[in-house]
């Protein structure tokens, strides 16, 4: 962060200009994964294209590495809603561990403060627990292979926690992963 921006207090200053940039890159970064993401899952060179996205990936997160440091977490409140959704989606795909730990916390501290949406917090929070071989909180992390959640902390109040982030029912959730195959 810079000197300015911690002078000013956690959250720095940014000019709307600088913004809008910043907004265009995190959208643009999230909508090229996707892209090549779905090329990845049906393509006949899909190992080529698999080592795009995984370079892609590398390359977001580092990108993404840089925004954080010098303007602290993208939030809805600063950078706006859809630019905040994709540097979350950067942050999930991001191979850094260590990072999405990080900034874990510092969405956490933004849900909190209202400048970004919980449901923010309860994908990272999910996804970090998993990586780590923890049990998720708000079962957003579902095993591709049999369309189960990972284990979940205290299943009994589950779906109460998902509806404090704005999350359904987790069995909706899952019915609805069922029937898109």
Known sequence: MSDAAR??????LLVPALVADLAAELVRRAGEDRRLTGEAGGAHRAALVRRLVAAGRRENGDALKAIVHRHGWPTAQAV?????????MILLHTP????QL??????????????CPALHHAYIADHC??????PQFY???VNPATLRPYEIRNPL???????????????????ALRQRG
Not at 80 to 86: K, M, R, V
Not at 129 to 134: C, I, S
Not at 157 to 167: A, K, S
Request: aromatic share 2%.
């Open 96 to 99: 850094d561990l260590s990072f």
């Open 139 to 141: 079962g957003t992390r």
């Open 157 to 175: 109040t589950l779906d109460e926690r998902r509806h404090d982030v704005g999350l359904g029912p987790l069995d909706a959730q899952l019915r």
């Open 102 to 115: 990080s900034c874990r916390d510092l969405i956490a501290e933004a849900a909190a403060d209202g400048a």
């Open 7 to 12: 002078a000013g207090g956690s959250r720095p």
């Open 80 to 88: 706006g809603e859809d630019a905040s959704t994709a540097a979350l």
């Open 129 to 134: 627990a998993v990586e780590l071989g923890q």
